[in-house]
């Protein structure tokens, strides 16, 4: 057509998980909570005045921003509010590369990174994770943004705190800490924030707290940073009913933390059962598992055929896994009951 920039017109675009539109399946392709959200959500919803709906939203998301200091033990100003972690991702890329600005990170990772670097027409230096040498690797990109995904997607594994912060104290740009996974993780990097003033932590509500599909996700940081990004958000990235259930679910830490717990105990009950059928998983920290088998896109195939979704990925390293979410008790039975089918 010739209308797009050429960037746009060569980009392939992220591509999401498969969400099959019956419900009669077992969906754990794509990393939700298998568990409802908190009670006090619904309640918030259900309690919603439509005056409210009439109004624009609140600019910073100023209710959710004073509960969720209290729970983390930030200030108010060190919160940014936005639509889902991928609109934090979209900010921090627009904040801060362009054609002249690079932005590394290490793979395999998250693949929307590679796609917000086209769409803002940035270089990408990826490093591999194996080389011995990524951290240092990592600081001799000199990038305008450095990310990483901790815990990491799709491996489930997660990088120690200190070395974090050591690579924070190395990079000469901003280090954005991606920690979507990180409810479900044994450590996190938020001490970071107070450490270093070149570190922005990414946080979502779809996961722990079993909010996907409203789309809630926020950053913390030094209040500069925080400031620095609020010039680049929408004017109101997140509606008022989205900022309500998000404010009432991290209110209730109580539900989290028990719903948090269940899947974490499942996600042990369920690798144990892949091992017995002979799939290779390594430790996870996140909600998922990533399950080693030499035919697994077949597997993948005869899964999807049977009404359990799982995610495959066709490229060279990831050709021989399967990303497993941790459903409820009923949905890993019936997953690991329809592998020794399978299998057998």
């Known amino acids: 057509m010739g209308y797009f920039r050429e960037n746009i017109e060569r980009l392939q675009g992220y591509v999401p998980g498969y969400q099959p539109g019956d419900a009669d399946v077992v969906k754990i392709n794509t990393n939700e909570n298998p568990y409802p ?20 939203p609140q ?36 904040a801060f590369c362009d054609e002249g600005r690079t932005v590394a990170y290490p793979i395999e990772t998250y693949s929307l990174y590679e ?29 305008a943004l450095t990310i990483i995904c901790n815990p990491n997607a ?8 200190d070395v974090i912060g050591e690579l924070a104290d190395k990079l000469s740009g901003v280090l954005l800490i991606d920690e979507a996974y990180v409810d479900f993780a044994e450590d996190n990097c938020l001490r970071l924030v107070e450490k270093y003033d070149n570190v922005i932590i990414l946080r979502s509500m ?30 109101y990235n997140v509606d008022a009913i989205a900022i309500a259930a998000a404010t009432a ?11 948090v717990a269940k899947v974490k105990s499942e996600r042990e009950r369920l690798k144990t059962e892949l091992e017995k059928l002979g799939l290779e998983v390594g430790k996870s920290e996140t909600n998922f598992l990533l399950a080693k088998y030499s035919e697994s ?18 490229t060279s390293s990831l050709s021989d896994k399967l990303r497993i979410t941790v459903g409820t008790k009923e949905d890993n039975d019936k997953l690991v009951t329809t592998l020794k089918e399978i299998l057998s």
């Open 154 to 161: 799709p491996t489930s594994t997660r990088v120690e705190t």
């Open 37 to 56: 959200p908190s009670p006090k959500v619904l309640e918030a919803i259900r309690g919603f005045s439509p005056e409210f709906l009439r109004k624009y």
């Open 206 to 235: 779809s996961k722990g707290y079993s909010l996907a599909g409203l789309r809630f996700g926020f950053g913390i940081a030094n209040a500069e940073l925080i400031a620095g990004l609020m010039k680049v958000k929408d004017s």
């Open 59 to 94: 600019p910073l998301a100023d209710s959710f921003r004073e509960a969720a200091c209290k729970v983390l033990g930030v200030g108010s100003g060190n919160i940014i509010c936005t639509n889902g972690g991928d609109d934090l991702l979209t900010i921090c890329f627009r």
């Open 115 to 143: 796609v917000l670097a086209e769409l803002q027409n940035c270089k990408a230096v990826e490093i591999p994770f194996g080389n011995d040498n990524w951290i240092d690797d990592l600081v001799k990109a000199k990038s």
């Open 297 to 314: 896109g077949t597997l993948y195939e005869k899964l999807a055929e049977r009404g359990i979704y799982v995610r495959f990925w066709n």
């Open 249 to 259: 679910a991290i209110k209730d830490q109580k539900y989290f933390k028990s719903n």
